[in-house]
């Protein structure tokens, strides 16, 4: 398989041996560079061994190369990982892309579910788009940690609910990856009427005993939105089921004499009614990217990092805003920088791009903060935790941006970060010191 160099880093021993940009990797010690996990395994060594396809004429050349054991080669590719993104061979019955509405940017629309991103990324995939070869490649490559969507270990549930016909296989691939002693983290999606009850306690039953390869286990409840038309009819988790979850959980760790392990996310909680867990007992945060423990991790970091906060000479207000499951914790949480001369109002949004049923802050979108609050906000800015917007960027989800937001209001509006409240502090200290 061949992978064609874009460029080659300065003084890197790919350059020092001659290799230029343009040139097609063939090999490396003998083995097929099929993406970017062959290519950092494979040039983990003293002596690597490279045949490549010269630009002109498509001469084959042997270069031969030695470099620190760590050491990077030097060589870059059209693509990070070296080949096309796989996307998603599902048809999940709960799948979020699904319930979107159309006529938004087409990347919001791509179901992405490959296994080399869950390595790089911590992406949850399902494995059920890779082949028996694929499989083991992933096995000789060591592949760890992997994060896996599993929803129920039951082959039957698991394929209705997946309809896909490869989904009834994944206690064979959890365990083949148990044996091989690579960890993974999994993530069940809880739909009411299909994997809660005794399904949920078979799953983590079956989880619990692949441990310790199986590190961890969050249980985060079903997403609906209000353009489901053609699909099929869901149940929401409401604060009756979200309890029984969260008190089975309980029981099963009590059971086996555990404090980690399964944990329910900070939206499972919030949709009960309940308290958060203490950051004590959200374990070592493995499953953040599942919004448990969230919440705790940006407390922790806010009021560390609030003992360094410089305040302003005079009082400072400034709006925020957030989805309405959270809003009141992080009024609670904001309420700590008035004896800090900064007051910080914070509104919650009422989804109705997506349904009144979405209450989380990263599915925010411009259109309604405009709507529901224009006019409406008395501070000197307007501050948005950065979920709401594209990666590194200033997108929304409807497609407007920061700016136009600004115009909109009248104000001036500017990104904290949502995930580190030390980070946050930071933020609204370079904020106060700009207006």
């Known amino acids: 398989m061949k992978q064609r160099i874009a460029s080659v880093d300065v003084g890197s021993p790919a350059e020092r041996s001659g290799i230029n940009s343009g040139w097609s990797l063939l090999s490396i010690n003998g083995s097929p560079v099929y993406d970017v996990i062959d290519y950092e395994q494979l040039t983990t060594s003293e002596l ?6 010269t630009e002109k004429g498509g001469e084959v050349v042997e270069k031969r190369i030695r470099k620190e054991l760590y050491e990077p080669l030097g060589l870059n590719f059209e693509s990070s990982l070296m080949s096309p993104v796989r996307q998603c061979a599902n048809h999940c019955i709960f799948c979020f892309i699904d319930q979107m509405p ?8 791509f179901k992405d579910d490959d296994w080399r991103l869950s390595l790089i990324m911590g992406n949850y995939v399902t494995l059920t788009n890779v082949s028996d070869a694929e499989f083991e490649r992933i096995i000789k490559r060591r592949v760890s940690p992997l994060y ?3 929803h129920a270990t039951d082959g039957a549930v698991r394929k209705a609910m997946m309809r896909s016909r490869n989904a009834d296989n994944i206690m064979s691939r959890l365990t083949a990856l148990h044996v091989a002693g690579l960890a993974f983290h999994c993530q069940i999606v809880l739909c009411p009427g299909f994997n809660n009850g005794e399904i949920l306690e078979r799953t983590l039953e079956d989880l619990f005993s692949l441990r310790p390869e199986c590190v961890s286990v969050a249980v985060v409840p079903v997403g609906l939105t209000c353009h489901r038309e053609g699909l099929i009819e869901l149940r929401p988790v409401t604060a ?9 959980i309980n029981a099963f760790r009590q059971r086996h004499g555990i404090q980690g392990f399964v944990y329910a996310s900070d939206e499972m909680y919030l949709c009960a009614g309940v308290d958060l867990p203490s950051y004590e007992e959200c374990g070592e945060f493995e499953q953040i990217e599942n919004g448990v ?8 970091g806010f009021m560390e990092a609030l003992q360094e906060l410089e305040p302003p000479q005079n009082l400072i207000r400034l709006d925020s805003v957030s989805g309405v499951s959270i809003a009141p914790l992080m009024q609670k949480l904001f309420d700590w920088l008035l004896s800090y001369n900064i007051e910080i109002t914070v509104h919650a949004v009422r989804n109705d791009f997506f349904g009144h049923s979405v209450t989380v802050s990263g599915l925010t979108t411009a ?7 224009t006019g409406k906000m008395n501070g000197k800015a307007l501050i948005l ?5 594209r990666e590194n960027d200033v997108v929304f989800l409807d497609g407007m941006t920061m700016d136009q937001l600004s115009e909109e209001l009248k104000l001036p509006v500017y990104k904290v ?6 980070d946050f502090i930071y933020d609204i200290a370079d904020i106060v010191e700009r207006i």
Do not use: C
Request: net charge negative; glycine share 6%; hydrophobic share 40%.
């Open 48 to 53: 690597i061994i490279l045949m490549l396809e």
């Open 102 to 109: 159309h006529g938004n940017r087409k990347t919001l629309y």
């Open 148 to 150: 896996v969507s599993v």
């Open 240 to 248: 009756d089921i979200a309890n029984s979850v969260i008190s089975q």
């Open 293 to 300: 423990g969230l919440f705790r991790k940006f407390e922790q």
């Open 367 to 373: 259109r309604d903060i405009i709507s529901q609050f």
């Open 385 to 389: 935790p950065h979920t709401m917007l």
């Open 417 to 422: 970060s949502a995930d580190d409240g030390y």
